[in-house]
């Protein structure tokens, strides 16, 4: 499975960003599992874990720390009011996190006549591809323009609002959620901050 992963990757590397593509690439992987990595002989194991991940509850993280984190369950009730949402980061863009964001929607125009939501006005949704060559890519797919169709705002694929600069910042006493691994606190000191991820 992990190989056939690779070789996905590689493929993709290929077709949308030639310069990853000479360090990562099908010739390299071939050579790599020629030699596939086993565990030593007679190596005892502590102990062996099965996940059903179908059991698991999503997480929101934050304000500020990834260590504060409630189950979504919990919050749902609550009814919390959203001011600025982002699909935006160097490491939580890249095609496939755009393809999970924009198949939200697809997948709810597919119930609704192929009519795409619209964000809430009173939400800000910002999204930013990890970088010019994965914002190609989710281009091509026709990701970004379902995003875009929904009400999404685009970022340059750039540091920016994960550091606090630029355009899409938290206002004081604003509600944010964000696609992002990182809860930084000089994008959300003194804001409110909700992190959230998604399954694919």
């Not at 960003?17 to 194991?45: I, V």
């Not at 540091?159 to 959620?177: F, K, M, Q, S, T």
Request: proline share 6%.
């Amino acid at each position: 499975m992990l190989k056939a992963w690779l070789r996905a990757k590689a493929t993709e590397y290929a077709l949308y960003d030639t310069n990853a593509a000479k360090r990562f690439n099908h010739q390299r992987l071939d050579e790599l599992f020629k030699s596939p990595l086993e565990a030593d002989k007679g190596a005892k194991y502590a102990k062996h874990l099965t996940l059903n991940l179908s059991t698991l509850c999503p997480y929101v993280s934050g304000p500020n720390s990834v260590k504060v984190a409630t189950p979504l369950a919990e919050l749902e009730p609550q009814n919390i009011k959203v001011d600025r949402a982002y699909v935006i980061s160097c490491t939580n863009s890249r095609r496939s996190d755009l393809a999970a964001a924009a198949r939200v929607f697809k997948e709810a125009a597919a119930k609704n006549n192929n009519i795409i939501p619209k964000i809430p006005d009173h939400v800000n949704f910002y999204i930013a591809a990890a970088s010019l060559p994965e914002q190609k890519a989710a281009e091509e797919q026709g990701d970004w323009q379902a995003l875009l169709d929904a009400g999404a705002q685009a970022l340059p694929a750039a540091c920016g609002v994960c550091i606090g600069l630029g355009v899409g910042l938290l206002e004081p006493g604003e509600v944010g959620i964000s696609a992002s691994n990182r809860n930084f606190k000089v994008f959300l000191q003194p804001f409110s901050y909700l992190g959230f991820a998604y399954a694919l």
